[in-house]
């Protein structure tokens, strides 16, 4: 189902694209690539003058553009590290091509892997070495919807907050009847139909920003067997609509709702949400179920093997950079000699053992390997023999 080598596509004359911050350690990054994998995100305004046109079945117009959504580095620290300090970590040519390949071609990527592999963290790389603000993240369980990616309608709130207005003396209220003679309607209207929308993060994502959104829809394979398939027309087509909002349109045109960043708010115009730039959409799956080739059909698959010594280290160094010794080498080592005996090791279960030998929280009495048995628990459970 799965494959490692992207699609060819073939780099726009046009396109001003980046050189290689890490000063041409490796020589496997492609000319055409704009995401170069290497951790370092790009010059401020970069990306925009590099990326090229959409292939004209993957270009979408709606509007006003949005301002440009909140970073957030706070949280690309505690996930990733920090930028400054340590050194590049350059991702496998195979990855960083698939990336591109969906980044051009407007097309969802759907990575699979082991459990702990990285999938999950792509997203925060690509919109960190990007520079697209905060990822919305969709983590998918088997009662999760299409419905609940693109907007939440609290209708209990509302009718709550109309009984309550309905309760309220008439001339505590100083309202005015609307035209049904109902005082708690028209304090129903003035609260704002929008107070009780919150857009999801797949309907954040698809609003029309200037530059893509990052959209990680975590472990899609835990879904429910209808989800993949309800996925479809909002990716071929790029747009929405919200019924509550379309009832009222002859009213109220224009409706400001809540969206999945903190604080966030956007207005919604006639009950439609079409996207300008399709976002950048990282599907993670545990390869636990098969997915419909409808579905596969719309999507760029990348399969994300186990890091070898390499990326282990380079993720050791990312977030243990003053530690990155003898020490950790030799932990590095014992942890793919336990990986290579007994699948379902996950590399942040390394960073675990790593955080225990380095920090000085450990007694020094303390049975290291029986500890590490421990920490190195098997993620898989063994089949009965």
Request: aromatic share 6%.
């Amino acid at each position: 189902m799965a494959a490692d080598e992207p699609p060819e596509v073939p780099r726009p004359r046009d396109a001003a694209l980046p050189a290689d911050p890490a000063g041409g350690a490796r020589n496997d990054r492609a000319a055409w690539w704009i995401y170069r994998g290497n951790g370092r995100p790009l010059p401020a305004g970069r990306f925009a003058a590099a990326l090229p046109p959409p292939p004209p079945w993957r270009a979408f117009d709606g509007g006003p553009p949005l301002p440009s959504p909140p970073g957030d580095e706070r949280d690309l620290v505690r996930r990733l590290g920090p930028v400054e300090g340590t050194r590049p970590r350059l991702a496998a040519p195979a990855e960083v091509g698939a990336v591109n390949a969906a980044l051009f071609l407007r097309r969802p990527l759907l990575v699979t892997g082991e459990p702990g592999v990285g999938k999950s963290t792509l997203a925060y790389r690509i919109t960190r070495e990007l520079g697209l603000g905060r990822v919305l993240r969709w983590p998918i369980s088997s009662r999760s919807t299409l419905r609940e990616g693109l907007y939440e309608y609290d209708a209990i709130g509302r009718a709550q907050d109309a009984a309550t207005a309905r309760r309220a003396p008439a001339e505590g209220a100083g309202e005015a009847p609307d035209a049904a003679g109902d005082p708690g309607s028209a304090a129903l209207t003035d609260a704002g139909l929008g107070h009780y929308l919150q857009l999801g993060p797949l309907g954040t994502a698809l609003l029309p920003y200037e530059l893509p959104r990052v959209l990680l829809i975590d472990e899609l394979d835990k879904s429910d067997i209808d989800l993949p398939n309800d996925l479809l027309d909002v990716f071929e087509e790029g747009e929405y609509g919200i019924a509550e909002l379309f009832r009222v349109s002859a009213r109220e045109p224009e409706v400001t709702v809540q969206t999945a960043d903190p604080d966030g708010t956007a207005g919604i115009v006639r009950g439609r949400v079409r996207c300008r730039a399709f976002p950048i959409v990282i599907i993670t799956s545990n390869g636990e179920r098969e997915f419909p080739p409808a579905f596969l059909r719309r999507c760029l698959q990348f399969h994300m093997k186990e890091p070898d010594e390499k990326r282990l280290a380079d993720m050791v160094a990312a977030h243990f950079a003053e530690r990155s010794d003898e020490r950790t080498r030799r932990l590095i080592r014992s942890f793919l000699e336990h990986r290579s005996s007994q699948r379902g090791l996950a590399a942040d279960q390394l960073l675990n053992a790593v955080y225990l030998a380095t920090s000085g929280a450990r007694d020094p009495d303390t049975d290291w390997e029986r500890l590490l048995d421990l920490i190195w628990q098997r993620l898989e459970v063994a089949a009965p023999e």
